[in-house]
């Protein structure tokens, strides 16, 4: 594909809960015709994002054992189940 005559367009979405316009994937058509995308990544730091914390557990032989990630001050917990020295299973995300 050609970009060499392309046009970038650039679309926003707007975010109803936040009420901001945010950026959706940029497109280009090139010379041929064809619409290919582009993804845009804001920084992690970014009002788009939700920039979340976390806190790790660890228990008595060093090993991990839980997370507990809070966004907008709703904290989510991860279990991490050990067998010896091998971690065999990760939780899925539950609200505290």
Do not use: C, H
């Amino acid at each position: 594909m050609s970009y060499e005559n392309s046009k970038p367009v650039q679309i926003l979405a707007f975010d109803v809960v936040n009420k901001k316009w945010i950026p959706m994937p940029r497109f280009r058509v090139g010379s041929d015709g064809v619409l290919d995308t582009e993804v845009y990544e804001t920084p992690p730091t970014d009002d788009s994002k939700n920039n979340p914390s976390y806190v790790l557990s660890y228990d008595g032989d060093n090993q991990l054992t839980g997370i507990a990630m809070t966004i907008s001050g709703t904290t989510y917990n991860r279990t991490i189940t050990w067998t010896g020295n091998v971690a065999t299973e990760v939780s899925v995300w539950t609200e505290a």
